[in-house]
């Protein structure tokens, strides 16, 4: 057969029949990116319920004696600065937030500076969230929104001064705080970018998985490396892609049942903090993106760190 000619193939690209198959092939790739493209659109309920798993909400405002509202906060978290208490963020007018404007709700999560113009403590990981999108941050409001009002009144922090003075946490975030969206790492693929997202800005695996200095920044040099210092002491493993300190021996479907079901490659069973993680958060997310994560923590670079519990 005969190469065409161009003046053939400009023919050809107007040919009704070969130009369906075109605008077709364009229709699917432009489906194909909105797909891709990391955060969810719509602001219905469903992609609000899945956004709100996604962000880990749950586990840090929802008291754990039994029966306790979900949202209505109250839950004590230890830190090394003292314990905070979670703040109710169900829709309740008076000592929820329902008097919120989706301004207000996307300022506290992404920036962390309340309706007043007061400074949130990082133990609410806004430092993660300021990488979402506004949509992902807005389908949240939208689902708390949809939830049922609880009068449950918010408790002071057991923290004491200086630390307890908020203003000084402008020192903190001038330092610590970088505000902004996501930036996948360069040349990653579709699905590792998702990933990523879901890692940083959603899920802030980072905020357990990652040590922290001593006023409670992240080390990023250290990034998923683990601690054995985490949150209420806790022993938090290297999650990056090393062979001997991380979990560099576990395959992406190891990764994937674990963040589903909390089994480990050698059936050992999931202990902590973790395990709230995945009942109310991994384990409610689809396939697709369990796997854009395990592609995601399979590419980062591996540290060599070994996570061990300090002798008593
Ligand atoms: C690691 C625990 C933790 C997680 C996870 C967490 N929060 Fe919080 N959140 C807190 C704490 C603690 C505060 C109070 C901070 C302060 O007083 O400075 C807070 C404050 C807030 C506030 C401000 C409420 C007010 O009355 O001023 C909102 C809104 C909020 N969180 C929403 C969310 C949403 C939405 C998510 C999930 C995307 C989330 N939080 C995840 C711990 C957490
Ligand atoms: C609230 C703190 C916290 C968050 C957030 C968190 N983890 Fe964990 N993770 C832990 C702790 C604590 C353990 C140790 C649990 C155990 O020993 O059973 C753990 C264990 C793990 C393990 C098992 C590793 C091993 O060697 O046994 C994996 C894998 C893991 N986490 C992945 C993740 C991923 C992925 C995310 C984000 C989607 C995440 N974690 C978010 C605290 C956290």
């Known amino acids: 057969m005969q190469p065409l000619s161009f003046g053939q193939k400009l023919r050809n690209a107007f040919d009704p029949i070969h130009s369906v198959a075109h605008l077709s092939t364009l229709g699917l790739v432009v489906i194909l990116l909105l797909l891709l493209t990391p955060g969810v659109v719509t602001a219905s309920e469903e992609a609000g319920s899945y956004a709100t798993a996604a962000g880990g909400c749950y586990g840090c405002h929802t008291n754990t004696t039994p029966g306790s509202t979900p949202f209505a906060g109250g839950r004590e978290l230890k830190t090394p600065f003292g314990s905070f208490y979670s703040p109710n963020i169900t829709p309740d007018i008076e000592n929820g937030i329902g008097s919120w404007t989706d301004e207000q709700f996307v300022k506290a999560l992404k920036e962390g500076v309340g309706p007043e113009g007061h400074l949130y403590f990082p133990v609410f990981p806004y430092t993660s969230y300021t990488k979402m999108t506004d949509e992902d941050a807005l389908a949240i409001k939208s689902y708390l929104f949809s939830l049922p009002p609880s009068p449950e009144k918010n408790k002071d922090h057991g923290i004491g001064a200086p630390l307890s003075w908020r203003w000084l946490q402008w020192g903190w975030r001038l330092l610590f705080f970088d505000d902004g969206p996501y930036v ?29 200095n001593f006023v409670g920044a992240v080390d990023s040099s250290l990034y998923l490396a683990g601690t054995s210092n985490g949150g209420e002491g806790e022993l938090v493993p290297n999650i990056t892609p090393d062979m001997t300190t991380g979990i560099g021996d576990w395959s992406r479907g190891d990764l994937i049942s674990f963040m589903k079901n909390g089994l480990k490659p050698d059936f050992d069973d999931v202990q902590g903090s973790m395990m709230e993680v995945i009942d109310h958060g991994t384990s409610k997310l689809t396939d697709e993106d369990l796997g854009a994560i395990a592609d995601y923590l399979k590419s980062i670079p591996p540290i060599i760190n070994r996570v061990t519990r300090a002798k008593p």
Request: aromatic share 4%.
């Open 184 to 212: 996948p790492p360069q040349g990653a693929s579709a699905e590792v970018a998702r990933g990523g997202y879901l890692v940083d800005a959603m899920t802030h695996c980072g905020e357990c998985h990652t040590p922290r």
